[in-house]
């Protein structure tokens, strides 16, 4: 008798019977949910209390520098570690003009939390199969704290898109066997 545990499919990995239609929605349903993600970041001034002092270190990091240690009052501030300011220094100078400093600092953390939806999708998939994986993606995507830390100025989508890298790299290495 064949069940979901000894190797049908319909518990486990997925099968060699991709189903086109099941395929398709998902994605769509996906889509849908990266749109909180994005909406929002515009329009409005940072939020107090951190945001103020986050986006004034990127800000003055892109007008006039240093790159190399970022400063708050015209002194270092070395609290946090600097990837995320350079990052967001960037982003304000590469659409800032456009859409306006906050917004392309904001527009950091959003791509941050929508690459880390990427890498879970990527980490889950040979695990759990597309269906289950997308159920995992958009549990995610939906949640207000997955959501309010893509809308806020702060290091930790940054930090959740790389750690979450770390742990999809260490999956793929003790899949071929490698160990570190």
């Known amino acids: 008798m064949m069940n979901g545990k000894d190797g049908s499919g319909r518990d486990g990995p997925p099968t060699s019977r991709p189903n086109a239609a099941l395929a398709r929605v998902p994605l769509g349903v996906i889509l849908l949910c990266l749109l909180p993600l994005f909406f929002g970041v515009h329009g409005h001034e940072p939020w107090t209390p951190d945001e103020p002092r986050e986006a004034e270190i990127a800000r003055g990091m892109a007008a006039e520098g240093p790159w190399l240690i970022p400063r708050l009052g015209g002194k270092p501030f070395v609290e946090k570690p600097p990837l995320y300011y350079w990052t ?49 993606v958009l549990i995610l995507a939906t949640s207000a704290g997955f959501i309010r830390a893509a809308h806020w100025i702060n290091i930790d989508p940054l930090l959740m898109l790389l750690v979450s890298a770390a742990v999809l790299l260490l999956f793929r290495g003790l899949e071929r066997g490698e160990t570190p």
Do not use: D, E, Q
């Open 88 to 136: 967001a220094a960037l982003a304000i100078r590469a659409a800032g003009g456009l859409i306006g400093p906050t917004a392309a600092v904001r527009m950091v953390s959003s791509l941050c939390a929508a690459g880390t939806l990427l890498l879970l999708a990527f980490a889950l998939r040979p695990v759990l199969g597309a269906r289950r994986t997308a159920i995992a």
